[in-house]
């Protein structure tokens, strides 16, 4: 597949979504808290407690949706403020009971309407960006789909961050990337060429550590092995104290461009 043959992968209706793999991972134990505390409940990005086998884990995923209505009603997957509000709330919820995060990651970004922006969408994103540095237990990200620019980038400082094979992340759309270099979003398709946004791509660049079998409904077999991948990789991580910790994630990011992850 192309760069951009990827991107419409990524985009597809219907692949599976931030809800289908809490529900796959997770089943019944999987219990949903809502709003920042602040403004209100953002229906874009689900999040709660749940049990991966004996281990309490919090669990932060952005939603798009399966059909027009729910679409509508998780806003495409664009997130407000409250929405990264939310999330922060939980993770900061897990490092006081050292529960480690996993976040699920499919969002063309973060909204940018008027109210989104009167309301922080910006700061928002910024103090998640700060208190995910410092966080103190372990975060595990993975993209399961689109990873747009702030929208994702805020919800995967994390100590690793893998992809789904037909997964992309960017800075920018290359639809957006075109019209800004070529005045042309038609494009598209070279952007994302050069944009260097697929799995493999950035699996190269050393930005993410692993490249994920992209898994099919009731694959139970794809989502045994993916939960034992992370239970592994939460208790490797909490055996570490909260400075190797937070130093070995400050060090990842330090060093991203040059370094290679791990695939499966």
């Not at 679409?71 to 939980?90: D, I, S, T, V, W």
């Not at 019209?179 to 042309?184: E, F, N, Q």
Request: charged share 30%; aromatic share 8%.
């Amino acid at each position: 597949m192309t760069a951009y043959e990827k991107v419409i992968a990524a985009r597809d209706a219907n692949k599976l979504t931030a809800v289908d793999f809490i529900a796959n991972m997770f089943g019944d134990s999987f219990f949903e808290l809502h709003g920042d505390r602040r403004f209100s409940d953002d229906k874009a990005v689900v999040a709660g407690l749940a049990k991966l086998y004996d281990m309490p884990v919090t669990v932060i995923g952005i939603e798009k949706g399966r059909n027009t209505k729910e679409r509508m009603e998780r806003n495409f997957g664009q997130a407000h403020p409250e929405g990264y509000r939310k999330a922060l709330r939980l993770m900061k919820q897990a490092e006081k009971f050292r529960r480690p995060v996993l976040c699920l990651v499919d969002t063309s970004g973060a909204y940018c309407g008027i109210g989104a922006e009167e309301r922080g969408q910006g700061q928002a994103i910024a103090e998640n960006l700060m208190e995910m540095m410092t966080l103190k237990t372990p975060i595990l990200t993975i993209l399961i789909g689109e990873g747009g620019s702030g929208g994702a980038l805020a919800l995967a400082v994390a100590d690793e961050v893998w992809m789904l094979e037909n997964s992309v992340y960017s800075v920018i759309s290359p639809e957006g990337c075109a019209s800004i270099l070529w005045k042309d979003s038609t494009k598209a398709a070279e952007a994302a060429e050069v944009l260097k946004i697929t799995a493999q791509d950035l699996f190269d660049l050393g930005v993410i550590e692993r490249i994920i079998r992209q898994p099919k409904a009731e694959d139970k077999a794809m989502f045994e092995s993916l939960k034992l991948l992370v239970a592994r990789t939460f208790e490797k991580n909490m055996s570490l104290s909260d400075d190797e910790l937070v130093s070995a994630r400050y060090n990842r990011f330090r060093k991203i461009g040059n370094c290679k992850g791990k695939t499966e």
